[in-house]
């Protein structure tokens, strides 16, 4: 049986605990906020986008909108990348071993056996590549909380530049989507070769008859390539929501069990002295019969 020093001590230490997992879950909630706040500004630009490409291509009525631009083209698979967008850091319950164990399984079950190159965004998704062994071709790590397009640049620029060189035949991009404060989930999507919605999707844009400059063609090439890049910007927004709602519901769990574990700790605190107390009256009395005889 521990001695009550020991058990104040204990109690003493998770209390502690319990003090700091609060202090991280009120930072967490309110970057939660924030962040959140950004991923729902930008979702609907990025919708747009995809849907004035698929409207773009649908107007190339005399050729393959395909051969436009070299992101649109498919080409046989033998090479395959994969952007990996996880978190600089942990004490965020299962966030970032969910994404690794879909990339896992993408690199094992999916790609028929071709090779992938791994971009990482994150340290998480870095560090456990490196450990398997895994191809890395680039990786950027310390980006900041609250990114702008700008600090994403770099990072469509690695994807865009061997797409167009022909080290990668397809490109996907996996990270963890935001869906609501206690609910996120790994998300891939394919990003290149970009394949524009069809069918209905377009038919509205179609009856309007809008004027494009210098033609619809040129805008398309343009556009292109500021699609990957707002994706990317978009995937790491929600990665960084995904990550201060997992880690502001991970430090409640540890506060709420650090408080049952201070209150075990003191019914057996409680316990213990009870016991000490009953020994040592029961010392007491035995020595007071004991003289008394």
């Known amino acids: 049986m521990p001695s ?59 050729e393959d909108y395909r051969t436009i631009s070299p992101l649109l083209q498919q080409r046989p698979i033998e090479h395959v990348g994969l952007v990996l967008v996880t978190a600089d850091r942990g004490l965020a319950g ?3 071993t969910n994404v690794i164990r ?30 398997v062994g895994r191809e890395i071709v680039a990786e950027f790590t310390g980006i900041v909380d609250k990114p702008t397009l700008l600090d994403t640049l770099p990072i469509s620029k690695v994807i865009i530049d061997d797409y167009v060189n022909g080290k990668y035949d397809a ?17 891939l999507i394919k990003l290149l070769p970009i394949d524009p919605p069809e069918g209905e999707d377009t038919q509205n844009f179609n009856n309007i008859d809008f004027i494009f400059e ?10 292109l390539p500021r699609y990957v890049e707002v994706e990317i910007y978009q995937a790491i927004l929600e990665n960084f929501a995904s990550f201060y ?3 502001m519901v991970a430090m ?28 040592e009256i029961l010392e007491i009395a035995s020595g007071a019969v004991m003289s008394g005889g």
Do not use: C, H, W
């Open 4 to 62: 009550t020093r020991t058990i104040r001590r204990r109690i003493r230490s998770v209390k502690n605990t319990a003090q700091t997992t609060k202090a991280m879950e009120l930072v967490a909630a309110s970057r939660m906020r924030k962040a959140q706040q950004n991923v729902v500004a930008a979702r609907p630009f990025s919708k747009k986008v995809l849907e004035i490409i698929a409207d773009l291509a649908a107007l190339q009525q005399n």
């Open 94 to 96: 299962s966030l970032n």
């Open 102 to 131: 879909r990339a896992v399984r993408f690199l094992n079950e999916e790609t028929g056996g071709k090779p992938v190159r791994l971009v990482t965004v994150g340290r998480k998704g870095r560090d456990f590549m490196v450990r």
């Open 171 to 187: 490109v996907y991009l996996l990270y963890s989507n935001f869906i609501n404060t206690v609910t996120v989930r790994p998300e």
């Open 214 to 223: 210098p033609d619809p063609t040129a805008v398309l090439q343009s556009l």
């Open 245 to 247: 709602s997992s880690q």
């Open 252 to 279: 409640r769990n540890a506060s709420d069990k650090a408080k049952e574990l201070v209150g075990d700790l003191t019914l057996t605190y409680n316990k213990v002295r009870q016991g000490n107390i009953t020994r």
